[in-house]
C-alpha cells in the first residue's frame, strides 16, 4: 500500500515541501511525533494528558538502556513506546568527538528485552568492534543493580540457569548479527570558531551539522534567548558547482519537556539524492518513498547525536566556568 505523500507547509514566505518532528523528553527517553502535543500550564495535567494520547504510529521514540558498568548504544525505534521494532543503533564516544549510527535489516532480531544487543547475536566470537559494521553483546548477569533495563527477562534467564536445564551456549547460542551500514558523525574542528561542526557522508553526499543563528521571523524569541542552540543541516548539492544547501533545521526549545523541533526541507533531500517522491507511478513511488523514508531516519538519528552531544558541552562548558570562578573567589 502506497505510503501517505508529504504535504504542503508554508515555511517563511513560500510554499515548501517540509516534514517537522517534535522531540520530548519522555523519562530517560525521547519521543518524537510528527503533531505537537498540547501545553497545559500545570505541569502534573500535561503529564496526565500526555499518558491519555494514543501512540503516533509514523512517529519514532529513542530508547536509552541502562546496563550498568556499561554505555551500551541508544536505538532509535520506528513508533511510539520503547519496545517498538529498532531501527537502528545509537553510539557515542569520549569528549563528544564522534558519533557512530549503525543501521540494518537484522538488528532489530539482535536487540534483546533489555534495549541491547543479546550476547549470542555479537558480530565476532571475542565481542571485538574494530569494524564499524560490527555489533557489541552484552551478557546477562547473574546479578543486576536497581533500575538496570530488562527485569522481568533478568529474572527469566537466571531462573533458566539455576534450574540446570540449559548450559550458556543453549540460552545464547552464537548467532552473528552485523550492520548493514555505519554513519560515522565526526567532530571536524574542536579547535576553532567552527566547534559546532559535525560532518558524515550518506548516499555519497557530503552532509555537515553546523550551529545557525539564522532563524526564521517566527521564531525571534528563540533567536534572542538562545543564540546558540540552533542548529543546520547543509549538503554540498551536485547540480550547483558544489554549493551549499540547507537540508534540515534543528530549532531548540526553552520548554522543559520539549527538547525542540527538527524541519526537513523534503524538496531539498528530494533533489539532492535525487529521489523525487511526487511521482504519479505506484511502484516507482514506493521505491523511492523508502528511499526518503531511511534519509529521514539518518536525519533523525545524526540530529539527536548533535542536540545531546550540544547539551553536554554547554552543561560542561557551564560547570567549568563554576569551578573556575569558585577557585579565584
Known sequence: MPQEKPYLRETGSAQELTSTYYFYREEEHVQITQA????????????????????????????????????????????????????????????????????????????DPRGVVGWGCRTNPDNSVEDDCALKGYRVRSWRLWAESGKRYHKEVNAKRKEGVYSEDDLFPHQPVQADEAISLNWTRPFSRRTRWYQFQYGGVELCWKGTRSLPEGRKWARRLMPIHHLKLTAKSPGDGGSEVVLA????????????????????????????????????????????????????ATSWCMVLGEFRKRKATIELLIEIACAWS
Open 249 to 300: 533545521q534543528f530549532f531548540c526549545s526553552f520548554d522543559w519537556s520539549e527538547y525542540g523541533d527538527l524541519v526537513i526541507l523534503d524538496e531539498e533531500v528530494s533533489r539532492v539524492f535525487q529521489c523525487d517522491v511526487l511521482s504519479d507511478d505506484v511502484d516507482l513511488y514506493e521505491k523511492k518513498g523508502g528511499v526518503l523514508d531511511r534519509i529521514h531516519e539518518v536525519i533523525i
Open 36 to 111: 505537537p502535543k498540547p501545553k497545559p500550564r500545570r505541569r502534573w495535567r500535561r503529564q496526565k494528558e500526555a499518558s491519555l494520547l494514543p501512540e503516533d504510529p509514523n512517529g519514532y521514540i529513542i530508547h536509552t538502556p541502562y546496563v550498568s558498568f556499561h554505555q551500551p548504544p541508544q536505538t532509535l525505534r520506528r513508533g511510539g513506546s520503547k519496545t517498538a521494532p529498532p531501527i537502528c543503533l545509537i553510539h557515542n564516544y569520549g569528549l563528544w568527538r564522534r558519533w557512530k549510527v549503525q543501521f540494518g535489516d537484522r538488528i532489530a532480531d539482535a536487540i
